[in-house]
């Protein structure tokens, strides 16, 4: 998986496909369509399920982390490879979507599991909980799912009426490898290793993100309160939140970074390996030692952020100077800095904004 390659030629192409060919912002302009309607689907769904199970009071109890993450599943993966599992609408509901649908949420789960082993390696023989095991018969079972997908994507590439504008990344991917240097590795399990990472760290990042801030602005009305009303007040009441409007709710953004500075999705960001040895602040630091920023300190730096427990958005539109999240002010870097930078933060950001925002508006 090219998130953990060292720097090399290999690595350089395999993020240049990936940044050109999914990520930028040609192509997310292209894949609106995918955006939109996942979202105009999630919130019928939303709206139907309060419809019909809503006490006396209007109330009703929802799942919000489930619904943040199929939605977002769902986006990420009919980007990635034109598939659609998960939630409402025409989702396929045959064999392999229930095997797929349970393989992946499985992945999330182990994704998200404290291992004895990790920590105590001499334990590791003992597979306490089983989880080594049940890691690799997920992995097995995804590597054979992403294994169908590839051989439905060159069948469809070898019959006389593939539709060239419809291409996903997996298409794309199929013709790019031809001309780069492998290194060695196969062409089967480059595609399909970069496109499950692509989907995993797409999905797993913003609905994290979503749940936090919702959480953060329900239990802190006020903050709530004030993003509606900027909505009614750019948006009004006659129409649903558009992409175009995303610009001008800055109250929205203010949250979004908030939301990132208190709970950035990697703690540890991405790993970094010194390539010779250094001096950092009096300490030396040999060639090959493993560098990992701890986020969550860095955010929380009284120095740099005054109440930096408290969840106040206000803070980002009273700065002397603006600070945004991509990596060009190291006291808030949630996505990374420099050449490790998150290919798929314009990704991210766009579908926290559309859907933080629609979801305030529409309820």
């Excluded at 960001?269 to 560098?291: I, N, S």
């Amino acid at each position: 998986m090219f998130a953990f390659t060292p720097y090399s030629s290999f690595w350089v192409e395999l993020r240049k496909i990936t940044s050109l060919q999914l990520l930028s912002s040609r192509r997310l302009e292209l894949l609106k369509h995918v955006r939109i309607s996942e979202m105009e689907i999630s919130m019928k769904q939303l709206y139907k399920i309060w419809s019909k199970k809503k006490d006396g009071s209007g109330r009703v109890l929802v799942e919000m982390k489930k619904l943040f993450g199929d939605l977002t599943l769902n986006v990420v993966l009919r980007m990635v490879a034109g598939k659609r599992y998960f939630g409402g609408g025409n989702a396929n509901d045959d064999e392999e979507a229930r095997r797929c649908r349970r393989v992946w949420r499985e992945f999330f789960r182990l994704h998200g599991v404290f291992v004895v082993a990790d920590s105590l390696p001499f334990l590791r023989w003992l597979d306490l909980g089983g989880y080594e095991k049940a890691m690799k018969k997920t992995a097995k079972e995804m590597d054979n799912i992403v294994s169908g997908w590839l051989e439905e994507h060159r069948m469809k590439r070898n019959s006389s009426d593939e539709d060239n504008t419809q291409q996903d990344f997996m298409d794309v991917m199929l013709s790019a490898v031809k001309n780069v240097d492998l290194c060695g590795f196969d062409a089967d399990v480059v595609i399909k290793s970069t496109c499950m990472v692509l989907i995993a760290s797409g999905t797993d990042t913003v609905g994290v993100e979503l749940t936090w801030a919702l959480s953060l602005l329900l239990n802190n009305r006020h903050a709530l309160k004030k993003a509606q009303e900027e909505l009614d007040n750019v948006v009004g009441k006659q129409r649903q939140v558009k992409e175009s409007d995303l610009n001008n709710l800055v109250y929205l953004h203010a949250i979004i970074k908030e939301t990132l500075r208190l709970y950035p999705a990697a703690q540890l960001g991405v790993r970094r390996e010194f390539y010779e040895d250094c001096t950092v602040a009096g300490y030396h630091v040999p060639k090959g030692t493993l560098l990992a920023v701890n986020l969550w300190t860095l955010h929380r730096d009284p120095i740099i952020w005054s109440d930096p427990t408290e969840f106040r958005p206000e803070r980002f539109l009273n700065m002397p100077k603006e600070v945004d999240v991509k990596g060009q002010h190291f006291e808030l870097i949630p996505f990374g800095v420099g050449r490790r930078l998150c290919p798929g933060i314009a990704f991210g950001l766009q579908m926290l904004h559309l859907v933080l925002a629609t979801l305030l508006h529409g309820f």
